[in-house]
């Protein structure tokens, strides 16, 4: 080209660059994926009327911050893990010690969270869900009358959308599905009394193996929790 300045009228030298610049990607909002986090809970026993944490759920948040709205949850190993395993039929959400949110199983093994309120993943980062609740009483007349139900709370990753898991794109405004299966937690288990066993260490003088001398090698205590045990082998 021959360029011409617009007010000296004098022709200029236009240097062009050959090279081929940065792609840029473009994209309508952001994205979330769910999944269960690796400090979820190991597989615990708990008594009845005992708070326990049930698991916790990681929000991985890509190309913007987002708001969580929503999330499904589900009761799973059916045959022994129902609503009525829970106080109030209902688990509470949290974000760290914050309360953000419940999530009850009015009937069946599902349950829809009210709305989430407070828990922003960031653009680029992640943030973690903890799932809490409190295990039923066990009596003759119920709401449990045995022990053994292994309570099972995890996130539903089929149930998407307005009346499941969502979320919104700060930037975007945009109502945001998130990605990720069904997690597995490891679970509670639900048992009126249980025995606790506990090493007990040993003394200076029973560590010191002599030569025709009876020592123990190894002790222990078993507590009772929640009621009379039984022990047998």
């Given amino acids: 080209p021959s360029p011409t ?3 000296s009228g004098q022709s200029a030298t236009v ?17 979330l994926t769910a999944s269960k986090d690796t400090n979820s809970p190991p597989y615990v026993i ?3 009327g005992q708070t326990v944490e049930l698991g916790r759920i990681k929000f991985v948040a890509a190309n913007e911050d987002v708001q969580l709205r929503q999330v499904a949850l589900q009761l799973t190993g059916f045959a022994s893990s129902t609503r009525i395993d829970l106080v109030g039929q209902k688990v509470d959400l949290f974000d760290g ?6 999530a009850v199983f009015a009937s069946g093994n599902t349950a829809t969270s009210s709305a989430i309120s407070g828990f922003t993943v960031p ?38 959308g307005l009346n499941g898991n969502y979320g919104v794109g700060v930037s975007s405004g945009t109502n945001i599905t998130p990605t990720g299966a069904d997690t597995a937690v490891s679970g509670v288990r639900i048992t009126k009394a249980y025995p606790s ?15 025709g001398a009876a020592k123990p090698l190894y002790k222990f205590k078993v507590t009772a929790v929640g009621g009379e045990v039984s022990l047998t082998k």
């Fill in 5 to 7: 300045g617009l007010v």
């Fill in 15 to 31: 240097t062009e660059n050959g090279s081929v610049g940065q792609t840029m990607t473009m994209t309508s909002s952001g994205s």
């Fill in 46 to 48: 708990a008594s009845p």
């Fill in 97 to 102: 010690v914050t309360l953000v949110g419940t």
């Fill in 123 to 160: 653009k680029d980062g992640f943030k973690v869900l903890s799932v809490k609740g409190t295990t039923a009483g066990i009596s003759n007349s119920g709401p449990l009358t045995r022990s053994g139900d292994l309570l099972s709370v995890d996130y539903d990753g089929n149930n998407n």
């Fill in 197 to 211: 066993v506990a090493q007990v260490a040993l003394s200076s003088g029973e560590a010191l193996l002599q030569a």
